[in-house]
């Protein structure tokens, strides 16, 4: 499966092409509030990610259920977990703060990125990069209850996810204590916590399937292509590229992942029908429970510390 997007010429933006600014500022792995021209597209990772090895998406969410099976919950290590880069942003050198020192735990097992290792950790941390980050839907399907540092970008599927159901919400200005209290309340409420691993890695594996996942992006270029106020053609002297093409300029691992992930055919079902836009009383009641989970747990953080400072 294939298509084309065709863009009217534009000027050129530093060593990007002008074709490709525009597809930069239109189509977009992730989305923040205060930006309203970008459409939040899915990320390159659900054809497979060559760089770390990882295979299609529909492959891997095999694989992420067979690990989970691996070892029960209730035996996994009772500490949050991270491993990635800290260089790409500075909350997540902040982050590593908080690891384990001789004068401090916060019930946190930080690393420096390391592919090669693989980790059975009761909590899971997502945090940030310079933007959002592709590990995101990994770490929800993992079954362990997943610490989500406060996002300011939002892919496509995450804005339909609820803090103290899919996921515990961590305060970015104060990450350290808030992890810890986290993972004290998690140890003393393991139904719970185990009720939101299991909620977040159904909700990926069920809801971002990649049917879905083709589904969505049906539905978004058909709607994008409706505003559109000019008729497309194609530029001349342009280059028709088809899939075999790109597949055969390519090798190794990165070619082997062009042919997994290669659409063989239609699907044998049509797409599906998408729901009608929230209304404003609707939306605003989601918002507004998401909030108060949120300060819910605020408070709960809050009293915590208040007693062990009494204490």
Sequence with gaps: MGFVTVAKKVPREGARSGFHALIHKVLHSCWRNDIIDDIVFPDWSFWGWAEINMEPWDLVLKDLDKGNKRTEWIDREPYAYWKGNPWVAGHRQDLLKCNASETQDWNARLYMQDWDRESKEGFKIYIEGSAWSVSEKYI????????????????????????????????????????????????????????????????????????????????????????????????????????????????????????????????????????????????????????????????????????????
């Design 140 to 311: 929800l399907a993992c079954d362990s209850m997943t610490l989500m540092v406060t996002p300011h970008y939002y892919d496509f599927f995450t804005r339909g996810m609820m803090p103290l159901h899919h996921y515990w919400p961590i305060k970015m200005d104060d990450k350290c204590k808030s992890i810890k209290f986290a993972v004290e309340w998690g140890n003393n409420h393991e139904e719970k916590v185990q009720q939101i691993g299991k909620a977040a890695s159904r909700f990926i594996q069920e809801d971002i399937k990649m049917d879905n996942v083709y589904d969505y992006m049906f539905h978004l270029l058909t709607a994008y292509s409706k505003l559109m106020k000019y008729k497309p053609t194609v530029p001349e002297n342009a280059t028709e590229l088809c899939s075999e093409t790109m597949a055969c300029t390519s090798e190794g691992f990165v070619r082997q992942l062009m042919d997994q992930s290669t659409v063989k055919g239609p699907a044998n079902v049509s797409p599906c029908i998408m729901q009608p836009p929230y209304d404003t009383q609707t939306l605003n009641s989601i918002l507004d429970q998401k909030a108060n989970s949120i300060k819910q747990v605020e408070k709960w953080e809050k009293d915590y510390f208040e007693q062990i400072s009494q204490k």
